[in-house]
């Protein structure tokens, strides 16, 4: 609140002396005296940011400042010099571009030339302020028009951006794909390959190359573990007598039906494989000679008493067969094989039909 003195005067209804607090600004009352000691204050404090931005360059923020300070001088009652401020900041706005500052400068301009009495400036203002804020309108409507086409263009594009990704991927899924298949594919024929390479394509047991790599293996464990390890190799007597008669479809018919005879007669741990024309040889792992000469019996029995599909029934087969047990004089499983075809012939010398020795 402002400094204040206390004055004695006299009341004209009582003529009786009354003693009143008398402000600096010639108010005795006291809301009125702080509300005009709140505008100088305002002033002082626009009148600092005036200083402050024009010592900065900063246009705009000089009229903001200087809008302020007039309304604040106009609070204060100083209308002439509230006048003048704004009449100022006026003039630097119409050097500027259009804003919403000069719109609230030019209806502080039109309250002050109203309490001036100046009602025709006041009315010429008024219409300046209305005609800029139109002007701003249209303009924060195109504005606000170009921002939504822009942010509309924009959404467009990513649109498009994440169309073409999502077609992107699934052209690479599709490839993926496409490359998933093409390596099944590759596997399974490598597979196939594998077979084929290790099965013989008339009777589709292991064919020589399979058994040169098992019975291999077998040798060596058999050294190994000093086990015991016998190859039998087996002959279909009179086979080409079947081809030459008989025509060699019905040779390859027989041999298909022999080697399923042969592939069900042994043991789970036994195998069989095609060797070449009519010949067979026979593994038997953890088996003496002994051994395999009693199942070796039972297929030249089985044999000899079969009536094969598609020949005639008079048509009668035999088989003789040559085992070989492996010793420590054996050279590997290429030596395990002459040694039973050895007995193989030995066994065809003796008349056929047997298993030697």
Same mark, same amino acid.
């Given at each position: 609140?402002?400094? /204040? ?15 009143? !607090?008398?402000?600096? !600004? ?31 360059? !900063?246009?705009?923020?000089?009229? #903001?400042?200087?809008?302020?300070? &007039? ?26 571009? $259009? /804003? ?17 009495? *100046?009602?025709?400036? $006041?009315?010429?203002? =008024? ?35 994440? %169309? ?13 794909? /496409?490359?998933? *298949? ?5 596997? #399974? ?21 399979? %058994?040169?790599?098992?019975? &291999? ?6 050294? *190994? ?34 080697? #399923?005879?042969? /592939?069900?007669? =042994? ?8 060797? &070449? ?12 000679? $002994? ?31 040559? %085992? ?7 050279? &590997?499983?290429?030596? %395990? ?21």
């Amino acid at each position: 609140m402002e400094p /204040h003195i206390r004055k004695r005067t006299t009341d004209p209804d009582t003529q009786t002396g009354v003693e009143t !607090d008398w402000f600096v !600004d010639g108010s005795n009352d006291p809301e009125e005296a702080q509300a005009l000691a709140q505008a100088r204050k305002l002033a002082g404090e626009a009148a600092e940011a005036c200083r402050r931005a024009l010592a900065a360059g !900063d246009t705009q923020a000089y009229c #903001a400042a200087l809008r302020d300070l &007039g309304c604040a001088e106009l609070k204060a009652g100083s209308v002439q010099a509230a006048i003048a401020t704004l009449e100022r900041a006026d003039q630097i706005y119409q050097t500027l571009a $259009a /804003h919403s500052d000069h719109e609230h400068t030019l209806m502080s301009l039109v309250a002050a030339l109203e309490a001036a009495e *100046r009602y025709k400036d $006041a009315l010429d203002a =008024l219409r300046r302020a209305q005609a800029l804020k139109a002007r701003l309108d249209t303009t924060g409507k195109a504005q606000w028009q170009w921002r939504t086409e822009t942010a509309e263009a924009e959404l467009e594009k990513v649109r498009a951006e994440l %169309l073409k990704s999502q077609r992107r991927q699934q052209e690479l899924a599709a490839v993926n794909a /496409h490359l998933v *298949r093409a390596d099944q594919q590759k596997t #399974a024929l490598l597979q196939e390959a594998e077979r084929t390479s290790m099965e013989d394509s008339v009777t589709r047991i292991q064919n020589r190359r399979s %058994l040169d790599i098992r019975l &291999g293996s077998d040798v060596h464990r058999a050294r *190994r573990y000093n086990s015991p390890l016998t190859a039998g190799m087996l002959d279909i007597d009179d086979f080409k007598h079947i081809n030459d008669n008989l025509s060699h479809a019905k040779g390859d018919a027989l041999l298909r039906q022999v080697a #399923a005879l042969l /592939h069900s007669r =042994l043991r789970d741990s036994d195998y069989v494989a095609r060797y &070449g024309g009519d010949e067979f040889a026979l593994v038997f792992p953890e088996t003496s000679l $002994a051994n395999a000469r009693i199942v070796c019996e039972a297929i030249r029995e089985s044999v000899a008493d079969k009536v094969w599909d598609g020949f005639p029934e008079t048509l009668r087969v035999s088989v003789s067969i040559g %085992l070989a047990e492996l010793t420590d004089k054996t050279v &590997g499983a290429s030596g %395990l094989l002459d040694a039973a075809d050895r007995m193989l012939y030995a066994a065809k010398r003796g008349g056929r039909n047997s298993v030697k020795p």
